[in-house]
């Protein structure tokens, strides 16, 4: 499999800024791709707040492994999780470019570390495949589809199933509150 480039911040959130404010009234998605391991998963990107710095996270106990503790942004604390370590993966080096991608779903707002973020993707529905039955290694219910592309597949992942309510009740039972409201800067 091909390695792509990642690209720069700036292109990044110029890509997620028009992304954003297009609307999909033809059938095209348009999916965040990013590279954790080996590998290129991509996101919807409306569920993509926006992809920060890898900067310093307040650890906290108790909490699952894979969550590596909570940044304040902006005045907002929010809950970031190690994508490697959610998916059982080996442990990987923080470089000039691991980013955090910040995700607002289902009334909840967190950052997943990833490796790189490579492009913003125009896709067609029929590039999107269910996986087949009996998918091994990762987890399959954190699969949405896989992302037919001309040199690979990409995995797409169900942003809502990443971070569960037990780790949000975990997070805010360790932090003295809920982990997601907004604090005094």
Known sequence: MSTAPAISDNEVGSSLETAQSEKTTDGISQVVSFRLANEEYGLDIMHVQEIILMGDITEIPEVPDYVCGLINLRGRVIPILDLRKRFHLEAGMTTEHTR???LNTSGSTYGIVVDSVNEVLRIQPDQVETPPKGVTGMDSAYIKGLLK?????????????????EDEMAISKNNGSNGMKTVAP
């Open 149 to 165: 592309l001309e040199e690979c597949i990409m995995i797409l992942l169900d942003i809502n199933k990443i971070m569960t309510r």
């Open 100 to 102: 955090i991608i910040v």
